[in-house]
């Protein structure tokens, strides 16, 4: 897709995620989400910090100055827990001021600037034009993780069409020690025909399902609703989601 498309949908997600705010109250957003020790707060907070941490990148590849994502994991853990009890009110102008500071920086980058290389929190290198993807996963994924109405079923196709290549994409790049109870698996979306075979061969469990189903799964952000395995069993657990971008 075009990166000027993906601001656009990124932008749209987020004003999404504003409106599952104003439903809720201040007690909603100290509740539980679906993020282990998280409540709704710090995923908000972690919503808007990410669109602060990726703007680093894209300001790494406008000056060449190596800016990190975070200064470190104690500082981002610390600002989520700083902004995790603020009201929904408060939360949602957060997540809205940072994510029109992140459009802008994206919005102006220079042309040559969108293939500087940056690096990902976890260490791995790409594009500057993949730091808005980035931003789309994040945006969606953790739309869910609010566990307040929005699911994978709520998710733009377009959105879907891209995060399921790319999953399949970048899952079969991972070594294959990495493919965890998925290793000897295929996965076959049954809708667009998109496979990745994770060291599969012929007669070997195949996992199968819609690509919004498939995704949903792939990422954790559901159990496996509309994905059938053959031979009959339970769903292997998929491996920790995003992937390494496979390709950079």
Known sequence: MDVRDVIVEVDLGVERVVRTLTALTDRDVRAPSLMPGWSRGHVVTHIARNADSLWNLLEWARTGVKTPQYPSMESRDAD????????????AEDVRASQA????????LPEEAWSAPVQAMMGWTHPAWYTVLRRWHEVEAHHVDLAAGYGPADWPEA?????LTSTLADLAALPETSWAALAGHRIVATDSGETAGLGWVPGGPEASGSGR?????????SSGAGVALRPDGPLPQPPPW???AAGF
């Open 159 to 163: 959105y879907v069409r891209w995060a």
């Open 80 to 91: 989520l827990a700083a902004g995790a009890a603020r009201t929904p009110a408060e939360l």
């Open 242 to 244: 995003p992937h390494p």
């Open 213 to 221: 189903a498939l995704l949903g799964w792939l990422s954790g952000r």
């Open 101 to 108: 500071r992140f459009t802008e920086r994206a919005r102006t």
